[in-house]
């Protein structure tokens, strides 16, 4: 059978066995969410030998050259020596600038870190607590204008993560992990196509900053951004999104809760076959979305998605 080692770990693993489980039954506490290879807090650096990767497109050559790997998508094949990792050594400082509620469950996070983070509108970061829990969330902030990482956190349920949020105070020091993402994203080529920004939840996150992005670099088409929410409380932006509308005529904001929802896609109809679309949220949201938006004609290729996974 093939051997494990972390550290001075050894395990005899069966082989075939998914790298993460195998971590776990020996006790290596390697975090995790999605387990679908989009999360990416289960990063493990290979030092010696390589496992079946399922997924080697969801690392960067550069990640993948040093090494690292993604524990969820992989599988042993052969005897496999792996360093965990290490939030102190291995990801970048930041200090807690800010936080306050936007609605009864949405915690807007507020981190400066501590050297320049060079990032774009719509990319995510996985955050480390204090605590070491590891999770994804995405980057709501403008590079170049904002001086901190904005973070909008779904507070509606327990999470091991957003139940330490709760008590951050300013100064308190976090870690950041990998910076991801790019499906969301403004292209200055867009600048005179119709844009339509999708969002369910938080999902609205990077696409307000995608929204500020756009509206930065001077968009010229029409723009128009639909958030769905549990409730009418739940538009946790709707004065600031009504705020960038009235100061941008060509932008236009539809505030839409669950039971408006099916009315409201039924009346979609596409101005332009030249519209793009950027959807982020919950994956039966974007595949509603993304269903009618196919209904109503708009290429599949013109179609730009994030999926908040739920945790595993």
Known sequence: ??????????????????????LHRGGVGVPYSCRAGSCHACLVR???????DAKPEALSGLLRDQGWR????????????VEVFDPVRDGRPARVEATDWLSANVLRLRLIPEQPLRYSAGQHLVLWSPNGVARPYSLASLPGEDPWLEFHLDCREQGAFSDEARAFSPGERLRLGELRGGALHYDPDWQARPLWLLAAGTGLAPLYGVLRE????????????????????????????MALAADHPHVQIELLSAAELPAALAELRLASRQTLALLC???????????????????RNQVFADLFLPHA
């Open 1 to 22: 059978m093939p051997e494990l080692s972390v550290g001075e770990l050894r395990l005899a693993v069966e082989p075939m066995s998914n790298l993460l489980d195998a």
């Open 70 to 81: 993604l524990a969820c998508q992989c599988r042993m094949v052969d005897d496999l020596q």
């Open 281 to 299: 949220g919950h994956p039966s949201s974007v595949e509603t979305f993304a269903r009618r938006l196919y209904l109503a004609g708009l290429p």
């Open 46 to 52: 290979c030092v010696h030998g390589e496992p079946l």
């Open 214 to 241: 756009a509206l930065r670099q001077d968009h010229q088409g029409s723009i128009r951004v639909i958030h769905l929410a549990h409730d009418r409380a739940e538009h946790y932006l709707a004065d600031t999104l």
